[in-house]
């Protein structure tokens, strides 16, 4: 069953696309301090909130602190990258979200991609697709997407067109 989102998360959420674009045209140093600002609010919002209003507020800072992986990754900034997928992956565990936890695994995938560590990689994609029964298909086809790039680092091309064949299964 899917939960019913709250204000504040709708709020937050619905600036996200706004924040993708501005970085397309601007690039991510221009965008990291509005994204930083809003984030330390989400947190400062969260540590005060309970029950679903908290749920929905940690799962906005899930994205908005893989926003911050992102732009960080984007600009070369590989350890302020990995301090705001470490975050998010945080954010997603007390969230209880199973979505968000491997969407958040997922970027951990991708920050090992950028850093060429084909075993990491494999092992975030394995475990973000750890329970795929029970994943949406967005998810599940970026986790296999990273596990083929896993295995391209190693050498694995049979490994690699199986999980690229497992992922191209799932879109419409």
Not at 6 to 15: A, D, S
Not at 65 to 93: C, E, I, K, P, T
Request: glycine letters at 10%.
């Amino acid at each position: 069953a899917r939960r019913e989102m709250t204000g504040g998360e709708i709020h937050f959420l619905e600036q996200l696309p706004g924040h993708y674009r501005a970085d397309m045209f601007l690039g991510p140093r221009h965008l990291i301090p509005t994204v930083v600002t809003q984030t330390q609010l989400i947190d400062d919002l969260t540590r005060a909130a309970d029950g679903q209003v908290r749920r929905g507020l940690l799962g906005a800072g899930v994205a908005y602190s893989s926003q911050l992986g992102w732009l960080y990754q984007d600009a070369g900034d590989v350890d302020r990258s990995g301090y705001w997928r470490n975050v998010a992956l945080d954010m997603a565990h007390r969230s209880s979200d199973a979505q968000l936890i491997s969407y958040a695994l997922t970027n951990k995938a991708m920050l090992a991609i950028d850093i060429g560590d084909g075993r990491a990689i494999l092992d975030y994609a394995d475990a973000a697709l750890i329970d795929k029964s029970k994943l949406c298909p967005k998810v599940r086809v970026l986790g296999l997407v990273h596990k083929a790039h896993g295995h391209s680092f190693l050498g694995d091309r049979t490994a690699v067109d199986q999980a690229l064949d497992d992922a191209a299964d799932l879109l419409d």
